[in-house]
């Protein structure tokens, strides 16, 4: 120590400011820098594009002609309609993989490159650290999903036009009516996905394996998504964290029924709750060595 500094009571160098070290601006660029999140961000972009082919490439007049309106027919009659379909094929498990990828590469990246120490002695308060990850991760991962659905929205215009909803029943939205009601499923799909997220945040204070934590959320997931298919278990499986998971598609239901949506953003409220504290507690008692 020079004799220029000074040391508060508390132990502390003069000038010392807990809540201004790692802002979240600054761990938001550290990590959007990242290959895993450019890469992440690409397949986004990519992969609504690549459904519009398939649907293009797919079309014949047969299916045209169907009376029936099928999951691809209502797909390709609007950007809206391809945006559902899109939000519908990739909620089952590529935005689980989205946001377990986030959320589980948080601590453990760092204990697994050795630079989690380091920065606890800058030094960064632990529970501060691990908020601010955990902000960074829940901003990328819905960044990530508007990203998604805003590129179905005008790539889907582009090719399908830009009409109103027509849902499988045959009913059609307004396109401003339309809007709001996807806004409505994508804020419920970001509060529904915080469930594997929180749990993939959870192992990534356990583990130093960012694919543990990562893969461990995932494979949780698809575990209870398939217990979820057995009809012996009953109600048992409304408490499953992967219970509701599709109750977005009961906003095209006219009128609204409320009661599946208002159940499912209570219930994963309560996981994420359960899952973040257990996170926080872990990390607060863990010796850091890495």
């Given at each position: 120590?020079t004799a220029?500094?000074?040391?508060?009571?508390?132990?502390?160098?003069?000038?010392?400011?807990?809540?201004?070290?790692?802002?979240?601006?600054?761990?938001?660029?550290?990590?959007?820098?990242?290959?895993?999140?450019?890469?992440?961000?690409?397949?986004?972009?990519?992969?609504?594009l690549?459904?519009?082919a398939?649907?293009?490439?797919?079309?014949?007049?047969?299916?045209?002609?169907?009376?029936?309106?099928?999951?691809?027919?209502?797909?390709?009659?609007?950007?809206?309609?391809?945006?559902?379909?899109?939000?519908?094929?990739?909620?089952?498990?590529?935005?689980?993989?989205?946001?377990?990828?986030?959320?589980?590469?948080?601590?453990?990246?760092?204990?697994?490159?050795?630079?989690?120490?380091?920065?606890?002695?800058?030094?960064v308060?632990?529970?501060?650290?691990?908020?601010?990850?955990?902000?960074?991760?829940?901003?990328?991962?819905?960044?990530?999903?508007?990203?998604?659905?805003?590129?179905?929205?005008?790539?889907?215009?582009?090719?399908?036009?830009?009409?109103?909803?027509?849902?499988?029943?045959?009913?059609?939205?307004?396109?401003?009516?339309?809007?709001?009601?996807l806004?409505?499923?994508?804020?419920?799909?970001?509060?529904?996905?915080?469930?594997?997220?929180?749990?993939?945040?959870?192992?990534?204070?356990?583990?130093?394996?960012?694919?543990?934590?990562?893969?461990?959320?995932?494979?949780?997931t698809?575990?209870?998504?398939?217990?979820?298919?057995?009809?012996?278990?009953?109600?048992?499986?409304?408490?499953?964290?992967?219970?509701?998971?599709?109750?977005?598609?009961?906003?095209l239901?006219?009128?609204?029924?409320?009661?599946?949506?208002?159940?499912?953003?209570?219930?994963?409220?309560?996981?994420?709750?359960?899952?973040?504290?257990?996170?926080?507690?872990h990390?607060?008692r863990?010796?850091?060595?890495?």
């Amino acid at each position: 120590m020079t004799a220029t500094e000074h040391v508060q009571p508390t132990g502390a160098v003069a000038g010392y400011r807990p809540e201004r070290t790692l802002r979240l601006p600054v761990e938001l660029r550290r990590q959007f820098r990242r290959r895993r999140t450019l890469g992440v961000f690409a397949l986004m972009v990519a992969l609504p594009l690549v459904l519009i082919a398939a649907l293009q490439l797919g079309a014949s007049e047969d299916a045209q002609e169907n009376s029936r309106i099928n999951l691809v027919d209502v797909a390709t009659s609007s950007g809206l309609n391809f945006t559902l379909f899109v939000l519908f094929a990739t909620t089952g498990f590529f935005l689980v993989v989205v946001y377990a990828l986030f959320f589980g590469d948080t601590v453990a990246s760092e204990a697994q490159w050795g630079s989690l120490r380091y920065t606890l002695a800058t030094p960064v308060p632990r529970m501060r650290l691990l908020r601010q990850k955990w902000l960074a991760a829940l901003v990328l991962a819905v960044a990530a999903l508007l990203t998604l659905a805003l590129v179905a929205v005008v790539a889907g215009g582009i090719a399908f036009g830009f009409g109103d909803i027509r849902t499988p029943i045959g009913v059609s939205l307004p396109q401003g009516e339309g809007l709001l009601r996807l806004a409505g499923m994508l804020g419920y799909l970001s509060v529904h996905l915080l469930v594997v997220g929180s749990l993939a945040f959870w192992l990534s204070t356990v583990t130093d394996a960012p694919l543990a934590a990562v893969g461990g959320a995932v494979f949780t997931t698809i575990v209870f998504s398939i217990l979820d298919q057995v009809e012996q278990l009953g109600a048992i499986r409304d408490w499953f964290p992967t219970a509701e998971s599709f109750a977005w598609t009961d906003l095209l239901q006219t009128p609204v029924d409320s009661s599946d949506l208002f159940r499912g953003v209570v219930q994963s409220l309560v996981y994420v709750a359960v899952f973040t504290a257990l996170g926080f507690r872990h990390f607060a008692r863990r010796d850091v060595t890495s």
